[in-house]
């Protein structure tokens, strides 16, 4: 098969390059409930792909057929121009895509710098033996680990609760921590569920001005679920909207959003 | 110094060293319930289990030599050499890593996302099932372990310490065996400390026993890190194993030992490995000087009882053990 592979430019002058992610006719079912209904979209090297829909419509289990978490019933996941098999969690994160949860998955017993070195264990080759035989080797990739996350640490300014442990923390901040874990990995495709949701008006605007940042200083691509319908618009490059598992719209902000059956969805179905 | 008091001294050191040897088999709970939340009742079989192997494999014995027989009209039993106790202490290391690794392949593995009293019901099941594969492989017959530990008072202590107390005061009577099996708990648990902060495998370990969830994402195979602490637990039981089995013999009463880590984990909370060690020493002096102050006055054997009334004081008053934080319900 082959696949489309040509290069676009954002109006921020950033280039979008090829498809990194591909779903193909998706299909996942928890029983007798259909939450992804034959569903296909793509994913471009660099840009922000938001995923939006009412409550319900199969944007979380989407992003948890991505990251290996649920096992779809059909269709394909394309992963760098290659069919990927049916992947563990743990594989697919193996493979450079780091997420965050809906309801935030820490390590409340750690402390904030714990939590992030937890993200650099994929990057720590050395195994128990040779981390005890080679101690140099061990000590320069535990130098480096350490400043790739004192890096994300300064990054999303969250330096000064850096010995907390998670648990104490309020949960705008927690959400913070999860995305610096995700970072630490130096992934290539970052996937956010409602990074923002339940956030005031300045933490929202702190994060999206870290995923714009991120984006555009790691070159990460990201795809995020946002209900907040101005941060979508302000944040992404392309959007596919989802409702009842169906997949009613794909495009940029602006086709999205005129779009007839968005608007009857959004207008139909009650949404936070 | 009075005589009575050093010898109440010489008992808090006795409780103490008895203390370490619980905590020892109350780690091996901890390590596999904080990973997985599974209580192992098969850690007392385990160490039975593997201090079988160790003695079978050291005098040379063949595995599964009655049926072997059995099936095959032969009249084999031992394969005529002696492995060296190193050797034979490795060799038994892998059979308890292999015994991990088949106990998460063919178990727990079909059981994951099962309730608790699920997965605990599955661990009784392991427990009889190995201890009749110890007695397949092994025979049933105690056992001596014979690995050379030294035994008996420890005189060096006894002579250093008799002028302290007068002539009623003949010194410290310590057991060497004690005092070596101190030893060797304290080095386990300083690796285990060291290997699960310092290193990336340890560190996984951790992360499995906060959130699964979380570990899956930062790529950690879950399969892998529940091996590891069954393997780990495996080791915890065989030191728990030999140090038990060298004083009274390899035989089915070894796998009771795990009843005394019971009030050890009640007191230490189940997922703290401090708790372990503290509550293991607490336990230890507790019995011991209970048995020496109070015991006379009510008959004495109270070392049977003493540790479960502690540990259920313990509990109505503090049930999250020692160091277990409070939880209070979200609502
Ligand atoms: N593990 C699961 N088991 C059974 N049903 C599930 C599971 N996960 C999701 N579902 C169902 O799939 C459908 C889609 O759920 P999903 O969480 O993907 O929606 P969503 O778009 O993320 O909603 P929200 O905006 O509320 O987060 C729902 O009907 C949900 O009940
Ligand atoms: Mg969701």
């Known amino acids: ?272 | 110094m009075s005589a009575d008091f050093l010898y109440g001294v010489e008992v808090v050191i006795n409780g103490l060293m008895s203390g370490v040897m619980y905590a020892l088999v109350a780690l091996g709970f901890v390590l596999i319930f904080k990973a997985s939340g599974i209580f192992n009742f098969a850690q007392g079989v385990m160490a039975l289990f593997s201090a079988l192997t160790l003695v079978g494999i050291m005098e040379g014995q063949v595995p599964f030599a009655h049926l072997i027989n059995a099936i095959f009209g032969t009249h084999i039993h031992n394969f005529g050499w002696e492995v060296p106790a190193l050797l034979a202490i490795f060799l038994t290391v892998l059979v308890m890593v292999a015994f991990a690794w088949a106990v998460q392949k063919f178990l727990f593995r079909h059981l994951v996302g099962q309730e608790p009293i699920i997965l605990f019901m599955a661990t009784i099941g392991l427990a009889y099932f190995l201890e009749g594969i110890g007695d397949l492989m092994w025979g049933s017959e105690i056992r001596t372990l014979a690995l050379g530990l030294p035994q008996g008072g420890a005189r060096f202590i006894e002579d250093a310490t008799a002028g302290l107390g007068g002539d009623d005061f003949y010194g410290f009577f310590i057991d060497k065996l004690d005092i070596v099996a101190s030893i060797v708990a304290i080095i386990l648990v300083a690796s285990l400390v060291i290997f699960s902060q310092y290193t990336k495998h340890g560190r996984a370990m951790r992360a499995v026993a906060d959130d699964h969830q979380a570990a899956l994402s930062v790529g950690i195979s879950l399969n892998f890190v529940w091996v590891l602490v069954w393997s780990l637990a495996g080791i915890v039981a065989l030191v728990a194993g030999v140090m038990w089995g060298a004083k009274s013999g390899v035989q089915f009463s070894l796998s009771l030992i795990a009843l005394k880590a019971l009030p050890v984990l009640m007191l230490g909370g189940f997922t703290s490995i401090p708790g372990a060690i503290v509550g293991g020493l607490i336990i230890g002096v507790g019995e011991k000087l209970f048995e020496y102050l109070i015991g006379p006055m009510v008959g004495g054997a109270t070392e049977n009882w003493f540790a479960y009334v502690l540990a259920l004081l313990f509990l109505v008053f503090r049930p999250q053990g020692l160091f277990g934080e409070k939880i209070i319900e979200r609502v």
Request: proline share 4%; glycine share 10%; no cysteine.
């Open chain 1, 1 to 272: 098969m082959t696949q489309v592979l040509e290069s676009y430019q954002t109006e921020d002058g950033r280039t979008i390059g090829d498809v990194v992610l591909d779903l193909k006719n998706i299909t996942l079912r928890f029983g007798g409930v259909e939450a992804i209904k034959n569903i296909s979209f793509n994913i471009r090297q660099g840009e922000i792909r938001a995923i939006i829909g009412p409550n319900g419509a199969g944007k979380s289990s989407m992003l948890n057929v991505i990251s290996g978490f649920y096992t779809p019933q059909e269709g394909e996941v394309w992963f760098n121009g290659k069919p990927r098999a049916p992947l563990r969690p743990y594989q697919v994160a193996r493979q450079g895509i780091a997420r965050t949860f809906q309801n935030i998955a820490l390590f409340e017993g750690m402390s904030v710098l714990d939590n992030v070195m937890t993200g650099r264990l994929n990057h720590m080759k050395s195994g128990m033996l040779s981390q005890a035989i080679w101690k140099g080797k061990a000590e320069r990739e535990e130098i480096e680990n350490r400043e790739r996350v004192e890096h994300v640490i300064d990054f999303l300014e969250i330096q000064s609760i850096r010995k907390t442990p998670v648990g104490r923390l309020p949960y705008g901040l927690k959400k913070r921590v999860e995305l610096a874990r995700a970072l630490a990995a130096e992934p290539n495709l970052l996937l956010l569920d409602e990074p923002m949701a339940g956030m005031n008006v300045e933490e929202k605007e702190d994060m999206s001005r870290f995923i714009l940042d991120v984006n555009d200083e790691f070159g990460t691509t990201i795809a995020l679920i946002e209900h907040d319908m101005g941060v979508v618009m302000d944040l992404s490059d392309r959007v596919v909207v989802m409702d009842y598992g169906r997949k009613i719209g794909d495009g940029t902000p602006d086709e999205v959003r005129s779009n007839q059956d968005v608007i009857d969805a959004y207008l139909g179905v009650s949404n936070d």
